[in-house]
């Protein structure tokens, strides 16, 4: 357990549909990010916050996928209208500064989502 | 677009031999680390290494680093059945600290 948790940790939803995942990141921690895995490959990144602020946003977020950090505490990612190509694993993960260095990054334990 | 690739995609030994993953990279990067991954479970970081670093050793793991190749190679000794897992290679993306890439990662398979 990293201290990073998910919710929920499985989601199955009809094409169209709209879901919203969450992230609770280790309370110290100011910045998260927002991760797509699919079957075979890496995690791929979609979003970063330091503390309540979005900060970089990758291309692979389209305009249905929005993503929050209130207060700079835990995080949700909503997708809209979802299509069968978004199922994948959604990993989010907190990381504390450290000198403006990246440090380490720890993972929840992702929420697979299957839209069928 | 993936920053890094592993090499071999996969690799199966017995237990007790040493097991060697390779990751390259495209640009130039402040640090590598190394993550393991269960099947359908999250990452665990295992070892962080600065690009100042040529090798760094945590229990039976040993990293090393060679920036002017863009390589890097993680080295599990004497390997255990718990080890099976996928290994990933991470770096930031262009020396972006924020911005990091994935490999497709190692699929490692130890044998009882």
């Known amino acids: 357990d990293t201290g990073v948790s998910q919710d929920p940790r499985h989601k199955i939803t009809k094409r169209g549909q709209n879901v919203t995942f969450r992230c609770d990141p280790i309370s110290e921690h100011n910045r998260l990010y927002w991760y797509r895995q699919t079957l075979g490959q890496g995690p791929e990144f979609l979003t970063y916050?330091?503390?309540?602020?979005?900060?970089?946003k990758s291309r692979l977020l389209s305009d249905r996928f929005s993503a929050e950090r209130p207060k700079g505490s835990f995080s949700t990612l909503e997708i809209q209208r979802t299509e069968q190509g978004d199922s994948a694993m959604y990993l989010c993960?907190?990381?504390?500064?450290?000198?403006?260095?990246?440090?380490?990054?720890?993972f929840g334990p992702g929420t697979r989502l299957t839209v069928l | 677009s993936q920053q890094g690739e592993e090499d071999p995609q996969a690799l199966s030994i017995q237990e007790g031999e040493n097991a060697t993953m390779n990751c390259s990279y495209k640009?130039?990067?402040?640090?590598l680390q190394w993550y393991r991954q269960n099947s359908g479970r999250g990452l665990v970081h295992l070892i962080l290494?600065?690009?100042?670093?040529r090798e760094k050793h945590s229990g039976r793991l040993r990293v090393t680093l060679d920036t002017s190749k863009k390589s890097s190679s993680l080295l599990i000794t004497a390997s255990r059945a718990a080890d099976t897992a996928s290994y990933f290679c991470a770096t930031d993306w262009g020396g972006n600290n924020n911005d990091m890439r994935f490999g497709a990662g190692t699929r490692l398979t130890v044998k009882p």
């Open positions: 993960a907190s990381m504390g500064l450290a000198g403006g260095l990246t440090d380490t990054q720890y």
């Open positions: 640009t130039s990067i402040n640090n």
């Open positions: 916050f330091q503390n309540e602020a979005q900060l970089e």
């Open positions: 290494i600065r690009s100042n670093e």
